[in-house]
């Protein structure tokens, strides 16, 4: 079982590849979208269903001036990165993997995993593990942004 986090204003690429998905593959379930401007009790739920859980921290705005963010370096730059679904995974023991997908030819994707971020076993203060987990994670994507710069969306 799969979810993910997203934008509600997500632009028609992602629909586009959603309906071919389920075109090509009817055989597999369609994964659970939750908004980023959704309820955190949502995220809860799905980690106590037993869902694998994929959100992109960082993110070009901030929805709500509630969000709870942490703020790395980037490029030279500060920048705010959401670290509220990372706080609930820390908060119910579940480890947080970086993880970059990666796409290939004829519609395929690869996951690379890069590293555990959380390690819930070894967790005693919440914030200390948030700002080091999205310390490296920020330097992660700036590291392989350097070496992979066409997967570049936007910075």
């Known amino acids: 079982k799969a979810a993910a986090v997203r934008d509600g204003k997500e632009g028609g690429m992602r629909r586009w590849v959603q309906r071919r998905f389920d075109r090509i593959y009817p055989e597999f379930r369609r994964m659970r979208v939750l908004f980023a401007n959704g309820y955190p009790r949502d995220i809860y739920q ?7 859980l994929g959100s992109a921290m960082d993110v ?23 670290s509220g679904p990372l706080r609930i995974a820390t908060r119910v023991g579940t480890p947080v993997l970086q993880v ?28 200390a593990a948030v700002a080091a987990a999205m310390a490296e994670y920020a330097a992660n994507v700036e590291e392989y942004i350097r070496a992979t710069p066409s997967l570049i969306t936007r910075i």
């Open 46 to 52: 799905c980690f106590k269903d037993g869902y694998t």
């Open 60 to 82: 070009s705005r901030l929805r709500r001036s509630n969000q709870k963010v942490e703020e790395v370096t980037l490029f030279g730059e500060p920048r705010p990165f959401l």
């Open 100 to 127: 970059f997908i990666v796409p290939e030819k004829h519609f395929r994707y690869r996951l690379d995993v890069i590293t555990m971020l959380v390690d819930p076993d070894i967790v005693d203060d919440e914030d």
